[in-house]
C-alpha cells in the first residue's frame, strides 16, 4: 500500500516537477512512509466521516439560527464550510492549523479571491471551529493561529449634489424616491434594504 501511495503522489507531481525532483520525492516519501500504516478508506469510512462533519455543520448553523443570524449570513456560513470539508475532506479533528492555511491559500490562487473575501472566509471558519471547541466537539481550534488578513480599505467616493439630483431626477413614481432616500439619507446598504 505505500508503494501505490508514494508512485500515486509522485504520478501527481509530474506537471510541476522534473524527473530528478520527482526522484528525490520519491526517496524522501518512501523512507518517510516506513514509519506509517497506509490504508485506502472504503467508501463506507468515506461516508460515515462526510455524515459526521455534515452533522456537526447541522449543529452549527442551528445555533447559529437560534443567535438571530439572518438567512443569508447562515448561507454563507453554510456555503463556506461546506466547500472547505469537501475540498480537506477529512474528519472534522483531524483538520489542522496547517491544512486550514493551505486550503485558504488555494482557494485565493484557484479563485483569484480578494484578500478582504479570504478574511471573511477565515473569520467564518473561526467561527465554526471556535463553536467546536466550545461546545467540546474539539479540543482546541486549528483556527487560532490563523490571524487577520491584512487588507486595504477603499474609500468611496461620495455623490455630489449635482450627481444627486440625477439620480432623484430618474426615479418615476414615489415609490422609487421613497427608496432612493431612505439608502442616501441612512447609508443602508441595497442588501439591506431587501432583506
Not at 30 to 55: D, F, G, K, W
Not at 58 to 77: A, M, Q, V
Not at 179 to 190: C, H, N, P
Request: aromatic fraction near 6%; hydrophobic fraction near 35%; charged fraction near 30%.
Amino acid at each position: 500500500m505505500r508503494e501505490l501511495f508514494v508512485n500515486k503522489v509522485i504520478d501527481l507531481t509530474k506537471e510541476f516537477l522534473d524527473n530528478n525532483q520527482r526522484t528525490k520525492l520519491k526517496e524522501i516519501l518512501t523512507e518517510i512512509c516506513l514509519n506509517y500504516q497506509i490504508e485506502i478508506l472504503e467508501q463506507s469510512q468515506r461516508e460515515a466521516i462526510q455524515h459526521n462533519n455534515e452533522e456537526l455543520l447541522n449543529k452549527f448553523i442551528s445555533s447559529k439560527e437560534i443567535e438571530g443570524c439572518s438567512t443569508r449570513t447562515l448561507n454563507y456560513y453554510k456555503d463556506n464550510i461546506t466547500k472547505m470539508l469537501e475540498k480537506i475532506n477529512l474528519p472534522i479533528e483531524e483538520i489542522t492549523t496547517e491544512i486550514l492555511r493551505d486550503y485558504l491559500s488555494d482557494y485565493k490562487n484557484s479563485s483569484k479571491a480578494g484578500m478582504v473575501t479570504i478574511d471573511n472566509i477565515r473569520r467564518t471558519l473561526s467561527s465554526f471551529f471556535a463553536w467546536l471547541e466550545n461546545e467540546d466537539y474539539i479540543v482546541k481550534s486549528p483556527v487560532r493561529r490563523i490571524h487577520k488578513v491584512k487588507t486595504t480599505k477603499k474609500v468611496k467616493e461620495t455623490l455630489t449634489d449635482e450627481n444627486l439630483e440625477k439620480l432623484r431626477d430618474t426615479c418615476s413614481n414615489a415609490r422609487d424616491l421613497a427608496i432612493l432616500e431612505l439608502l442616501i439619507s441612512t447609508g443602508m446598504r441595497v442588501g439591506e434594504l431587501i432583506d
